[in-house]
Structure formats: C-alpha cells, structure tokens
C-alpha cells in the first residue's frame, strides 16, 4: 500500500484562528514533508521530518511548527491563521533515496 | 526567481499528437530530476525519473536529460484525453536533499 492520508480533505478557518492538519502513511517511511500550493505556482515546500528531526525552510520557519509522534504521522500546525495561508496543503512521504508519495491535500480557506 | 523553469505554462495537444513539455534548473546543486503528474483533484504521482545524462523510455513517456545544462524533457506520444493533467518538474538538491519544484505545465489533450 503506497497510500499517504490527509485529514482533513477541506478546511475552513477565521482569521487569526489555529489550525492543525493530519497526515499518515503505513509504508515505514522515514521522511515525511509539507508543502504549500496555490494556484500556478509551484509546490513549496514548508518543512519536513527525516525520521525524529524536524527541519524547516528558513522563510517559513516562524509561520509552521509540526510534530510526529511516531512513524506513521505527521502534523502541520498553523498558529494563526492568515488570509495568505489559504492554499492546498500536500503531504509527502519517502524512503531515502527513493520517490516522494503524496497524499490528496488539504484544501485550506481562510476567512 | 522561480528555481525549477517549466515551460511552457500550458499546451494544447490533439489526441494522438506529440506533447514536448520542458524544464530547466538554474540551482547547479542539483543532481536527479522526477516528473509528476497531477490529474485535477487527485494527489502528484510519480510518472518518471531519469538520474543519469541520456534518454529513458517507458511505453508513450521519453524523458531526456542534458546534466550539463541541467535541462530535462518530457515527450508523450500518441498523446491521450487521459493525458490531460498537470506535469510537475523536480530536482532534487543534492546538499540538502529536498525537492525543488517547478510550477507545472498544464497539458490538455483535445480529442
């Protein structure tokens, strides 16, 4: 099963409201990433976990915190939530050296 | 500026046609180079992969790469209505390991 799960599959959040997003997979995976996509742009990639340590791009490193209790999950966490944060949220997972599997995404709308 | 160029930014195929659909690094540290594909609604899936200066062929899909121009292409025979999707350039940065993306090509298929 190469399956990564996103939950949820939509979200609606107010302005300055937080928000969390679950993301899992079964395949032992030993990295797990969090990207942003809007509309004709490309997938940017916010942060990810290889293994227990978490690393975070420089230009988002304040507006993301994440957590991964085991293996198998990984969250996203906004604290406060932005107009600008409306966006698809994909989830992906790998095994050194090999491709990237993604999960649906988390359509995000802020208000 | 966007690291990962695609172009172009859409294309128009008739069925049966041949789709060339391009990408191009100006980041040198990168080594490895993935094509996804995006069906509307549906999560990137990995189409291809080439590592190594040449051509690689699977059933319609060629994928070529030129490491000295950090350049690769991705050509679709006998193109289908199926094919209809959009194509996601990565390269990975070999010094920090992540996936930078380009912003896709839109491709539609017109029977």
């Known amino acids: 099963d190469t399956t990564v799960k996103q939950n949820p599959r939509y979200k609606l959040a107010r302005v300055g409201k937080p928000v969390n997003l679950i993301c899992s997979q079964t395949?032992?995976?030993?990295?797990m990433y969090w990207y942003q996509k809007k509309p004709n742009q490309a997938p940017k990639l916010l942060l990810f976990y290889y293994d227990k340590i978490l690393n975070r791009e420089a230009d988002t490193f304040e507006k993301f915190q994440s957590s991964r209790p085991n293996n198998s999950f990984c969250s996203l966490y906004i604290g406060s939530a932005g107009l600008e944060y409306s966006a698809m949220y994909l989830c992906a997972s790998k095994r050194w050296g090999y491709e990237q599997y993604f999960g649906p995404g988390t359509r995000l709308t802020v208000l | 500026q966007q690291k990962v160029q695609q172009s172009p930014e859409s294309l128009i195929v008739p069925e049966g046609g041949m789709a060339s659909l391009n990408c191009t690094s100006s980041?040198?540290?990168?080594?490895y180079f993935w094509w996804y594909r995006q069906h509307s609604g549906k999560s990137p899936k990995m189409l291809m992969?080439?590592?190594?200066?040449g051509e690689k062929e699977e059933g319609r899909f060629t994928v070529h790469l030129n490491k000295a121009s950090l350049h690769t292409s991705l050509h679709i025979r006998d193109s289908q209505p199926s094919d209809s999707a959009l194509y996601l350039c990565a390269a990975r940065d070999y010094n920090q390991g992540k996936l930078i993306f380009g912003q896709g090509t839109k491709l539609s298929i017109k029977p």
């Open positions: 992969s080439i590592f190594s200066n």
């Open positions: 980041d040198r540290n990168v080594d």
């Open positions: 395949m032992n995976h030993d990295t």
